[in-house]
């Protein structure tokens, strides 16, 4: 496996741990979500818990283009990994807009690096 694949599924395993614990009422809502909350209420903890089954999908891809799993054919899986891309480069960019000033020294590199990660299996997978 490429060092890209792992260090983008370590990424996406770390947000969907990081969504779980703000669905379940951590106090880490200064991180997302535009950081107005500390503890989300219940519509943005709805949408934390359906921000982890995307990176689950996310991680299929990201494992089918990295050659590991057979999961996802083409065209679908070429893409599907350029959708990906774009959208990690819209988030960094929202993330970057955010008027928390955690979620953007946090997420936004977390965002650019995880869609570096895709861009990089993409073009060389």
């Not at 909350?37 to 990201?62: M, T």
């Not at 283009?65 to 990906?84: F, N, R, Y």
């Amino acid at each position: 496996m490429s060092a890209f694949a792992i260090i983008g599924l370590i990424l996406l395993a770390l947000l969907a741990v990081f969504q779980i614990a703000l669905a379940a009422g951590a106090p880490l809502g200064r991180f997302a979500w535009g950081g107005q909350y500390d503890v989300l209420p219940r519509n943005l903890r709805i949408g934390s818990v359906v921000a982890v089954p995307i990176y689950v999908v996310f991680a299929l891809f990201l494992l089918s283009k990295a050659g590991l799993v057979s999961i996802i054919g083409e065209p679908l899986l070429t893409i599907g990994m350029w959708v990906i891309v774009i959208y990690l480069v819209l988030n960094s960019v929202l993330n970057l807009l955010s008027r928390s000033k955690f979620e953007r020294s946090v997420m936004t590199p977390v965002a650019l690096v995880l869609g570096a990660v895709f861009l990089v299996v993409t073009l060389t997978a």
